[in-house]
């Protein structure tokens, strides 16, 4: 083993281009794959203890199973728990606040964006855990309107003690003076408002509610003490309570949690198309190193020495690529997480930590990039091993390779493209995904087959270009002599740009679904809006007071509110918004994919629902089924009566129900959303000074016409597609280092030809010329294989997507163009050193080259 690495060493310093290439495509996946592995689980770590460090030392907090409020009365039956020294109810809601809610300054950077308010009996709080204060008091049992805050929060709104601030409630702005200052906020987490809990019950409109219960046990008792306590509480409470740390904000941790899996899948494509750079380098190792081969295996060397020696390159040049990788990749998840920490901190209240990086992450990319590596140089390893020292010792100059006819890879590739597109018309979104990547692997098996007549195509149209030089037959002799190892090239061409036309495919058929929905769901003339959007649980409604005052004024026309309640259906948490079947679709509305606005009239008969896409995936329902939601009074059964979605909530698994059974199953009646149109003939101009009067009166909501949120969220969606192109279009990185291997490791196998053909007066321009011509024939059979996967693969994606709301196909004209432009440019730019090489080499030392 010690001869196969000396071996496998002094072959790889010996050709440090070629070794600096195949191993930058391993770090080029390690790093995405390591990188953005580092950056999403920091930002979930940091929300966790945002959430964990809400609740202060104490041995449980007791919650219900969904997060929603239960009588206060529930806590009493904690008392008799043996061991359970101390219980304390508390009612905690986290609050956004408007922008500027505080200073009142649109040009100054809003410093408190949001705060926890919790309401506490101060009695029972002050036995659960210490408060020491800076200055004034605690909170007293018959304190109104009273608050304790931290000396940070306190600086921050340039308040003492005895001074009032505004806090939104849903009655309207409620003013609260501070009678007591804590020490400085140390832990992270948002600032804390303390208020008794009737205070609290009275700002949420939850009267004689709370959603926890903190509990501390007797001092001393054993771990496995502790565990038995904890089950007693939740067998005391019923199975629906859960005695633990709860985690606010599942919508939240849900997106999270796509968006990695989303990057896993983007790394591992990387890695994917490095794995081929790989392969390719070793399969052409084996035919410039024959006669190398052939000494080694004439002077004793058996065929497992040669198998080793070849592994150990690929061995070395894994561990190296992944060690770099793995290094540039905690660079940049690392500068990501610094880079965003301030604006987590200034508009969220997270404070984002070290960088995350489990043992296990680190194990997989090892495993993944040293694998990857050893796996690609396997084939030609076993190549290498089987040539005869007589067969290697043959001199190998123009030597060809003639399998481009049809053999096993080619029949078994349009056997598989053949399976892909029985996928794609059997209607199954799933099996249509599937067929996609088997589609791709279709055209990688076939790729050798078709590379000879696209050569030969476009060969003719560079032919044309260059005909003065005279080199455009050379440049197409030279791919068509290798088409094994043009077509593995061509094929990492094929999965990045495959991705590109795919992504452009999906971007250009959601873009006008999404706009069309958008205008659908918030084309209202009024929009009452709360600082978050589809993470309801965070924000603090209004009474009904406030639609009801917008409806005395002169000239409103339809008013549609929304109500929110969590629920858990098949152990899993859902989002319930609660609407008017009668005035909801007469100003906004839902996009079905199964039923119709028959649904909304069900709706007004009692318990039935219309669940969205991601509801009906998550719970696995249709049309017809009954389900079971979790209210605080025990599970209901609901009927769902058909599936459809807005544009607000299509990533949450959401449930709408009719206004009147969720305050009858969850006691909820306050507004989190409203929207309004004004009646034909109006007086907007009075109107709208009246309505902005009314909506000054609730600062939690931002008042928008409907024309001007459209426009924002257009521009929101443009920008974000925007970064889609950018990040999809780092996939054709990977074609641009294949593309720069080939051609460098063609300039090194063709080096006594290109001496000869300088010998007999090619000049130095001529061969830049010839080279340059390679990579982009290269180029243009990757497009074209690209574009043939990636308009598969789009297509078949936007199925994917009609689980949530109908999605309609448009030729990706963007996409096409996009993948074009980057895979000749990629081809223009890749033949740039090994053109330079090719041109500069000596005429006397080429033609020595053996």
């Known amino acids: 083993m010690n001869l196969q690495l000396t071996l496998a060493g002094r072959y790889l310093a010996g050709r440090k281009l070629r070794t600096f290439l195949t191993t930058l495509a ?5 790093l995405v794959l390591f990188g953005m592995n580092i950056i999403l689980p920091t930002m979930i770590a940091a929300f966790q203890e945002n959430i964990l460090g809400m609740g202060g030392v104490v041995d449980f907090t007791v919650t219900y199973a969904t997060g929603a409020s239960f009588p206060r009365s529930t806590a009493d039956s904690l008392t008799d728990v043996e061991d359970v020294r101390a219980v304390s109810p508390k009612l905690e809601r986290t609050v956004n606040l408007p922008a500027d809610f505080f200073d009142k300054d649109p040009a100054a950077l809003d410093s408190i964006s949001a705060v926890n308010l919790i309401g506490v009996v101060p009695s029972l709080a002050r036995a659960m855990r210490a408060y020491p204060l800076n200055a004034g008091r605690f909170l007293q049992e018959d304190d109104a309107a009273s608050a304790v805050i931290s000396k940070t929060l306190a600086d921050s709104l340039g308040i003492g003690l005895g001074a009032t601030f505004p806090f939104p409630t849903t009655a309207g702005v409620a003013d609260l003076t501070v009678v007591g200052i804590l020490p400085p906020r140390a832990e992270p987490g948002n600032e804390e408002v303390l208020v008794t809990l009737g205070q609290a019950q009275r700002m949420t409109g939850e009267q004689g509610r709370i959603n926890a219960i903190d509990v501390n046990v007797t001092a001393g008792v054993s771990e496995e003490r502790h565990a038995e306590i904890g089950a ?5 409470l019923g199975e629906h309570f859960q005695a633990g740390s709860s985690l606010s904000g599942t919508e939240m941790f849900t997106m999270l949690q796509i968006g990695q899996a989303a990057l896993n899948l983007f790394g591992l494509l990387a890695l994917f198309m490095g794995g081929f750079i790989i392969f390719n380098t070793f399969r052409t190792v084996v035919a410039e190193r024959r006669r190398d081969i052939g000494m080694l295996r004439a002077l004793g060397a058996t065929r497992s020495t040669i198998l080793g020696m070849i592994l150990a390159e690929g061995l070395l040049q894994g561990l190296i690529g992944t060690l770099v990788g793995l290094a540039f990749g905690y ?8 880079f965003a920490a301030p604006m987590l901190t200034s508009f969220l209240n997270i404070r984002l930590g070290d960088p995350v990086v489990s043992p296990g992450l680190i194990a997989v990319c090892v495993l993944l990039g040293v694998g990857t590596t050893v796996l690609a140089g396997l084939i030609p390893a076993r190549q290498a091993s089987s040539v005869t020292p007589l067969e290697a010792l043959r001199p190998s100059v123009a030597e060809v390779d003639a399998r481009s006819r049809w053999n096993t890879g080619s029949i078994a590739g349009v056997a598989v493209i053949a399976l892909s597109g029985l996928a794609l018309l059997s209607g199954d979104s799933s099996l249509a995904v599937l067929g996609g990547f088997a589609f791709l692997v279709g055209m990688v098996l076939i790729a050798p087959l078709l590379v000879r007549p696209f050569t030969y195509a476009f060969g003719r149209v560079f032919g044309w270009v260059l005909v003065r030089r005279g080199i455009g037959s050379l440049a197409q002799g030279n791919l068509v002599r290798q088409p094994s190892r043009t077509a593995v090239t061509a094929s990492s061409t094929l999965l990045g740009l495959a991705v590109v036309v795919a992504a452009g495919g999906m971007i250009t058929c959601l873009t006008g679904t999404l706009f069309d929905l958008l205008h659908k769901t918030l084309g209202s003339d009024y929009l009452f809006v709360p600082p978050s959007v589809a993470v309801w649980s965070t924000n603090v409604g209004a009474q009904t007071g406030l639609a009801e005052r917008l409806r005395a004024v002169d000239g409103t026309g339809d008013i549609s509110t929304l109500r929110f309640a969590a629920s858990e259906a098949n152990g899993q948490i859902v989002s319930l918004l609660g609407i008017d079947p009668q005035a909801f679709p007469e100003i906004s509305g839902l996009a079905f994919t199964q ?3 028959s649904a909304y009239r069900d709706l007004q008969e009692g318990r039935a629902l219309i669940a969205n896409g991601s509801f009906q995936m998550a719970i696995g329902v249709d049309i017809g089924d009954m389900v079971e939601l979790l209210t605080p009074s025990g599970p209901v059964s609901y009927r769902v009566a058909a599936v459809g979605s807005d544009i607000l909530n299509a990533k949450v698994a959401t449930a709408y129900i ?10 909820e009646t306050n507004d989190v959303f409203l929207q309004l149109n004004l009646a034909p003939g109006a007086d907007r101009a009075a109107a709208d000074a009246e309505i902005t009067a009314i909506a000054a009166d609730y600062p939690q909501f931002q008042l928008i016409s409907g024309s001007d949120y459209y426009d924002s969220m257009k521009m929101q969606l443009d920008t974000a597609f925007s970064a889609f192109y950018f990040l999809f279009a780092l996939l054709a990185f990977p074609s641009l280092i294949a593309t720069l291997n080939t051609l460098a490791i063609g300039v090194i196998e063709r080096t006594r030809e290109i001496g000869m053909i300088r010998a007999v007066g090619a000049t130095r321009g001529q061969i830049r010329s010839m080279v340059t011509a390679e990579s982009l024939l290269l180029a243009a059979i990757g ?4 574009l043939a996967g990636g308009l ?6 936007i199925g994917m997507f009609n689980f949530s709301f109908p999605v309609q196909y448009v030729f990706p004209a963007s996409g096409v163009a996009a993948a074009v432009v980057i895979g000749l440019l990629s081809g223009a730019l890749a033949a740039i050193i090994p053109a330079r090489q090719a041109a500069r080499l000596d005429i006397i030392r080429a033609l020595h080259y053996e």
Request: charged share 10%; aromatic share 14%; glycine share 20%.
């Open 26 to 30: 391993v770090v080029f996946g390690v």
């Open 232 to 236: 007693a509480i939740e067998a005391a």
């Open 331 to 338: 660079l940049m998840g690392a500068g990501i997480v610094r």
């Open 595 to 597: 039923g119709g606005d």
């Open 658 to 667: 009719s206004q009147a059974d969720m305050a009858a199953d969850f006691g």
């Open 783 to 786: 497009v074209i294989f690209g």
């Open 792 to 797: 598969y693969l789009g297509y078949a994606f």
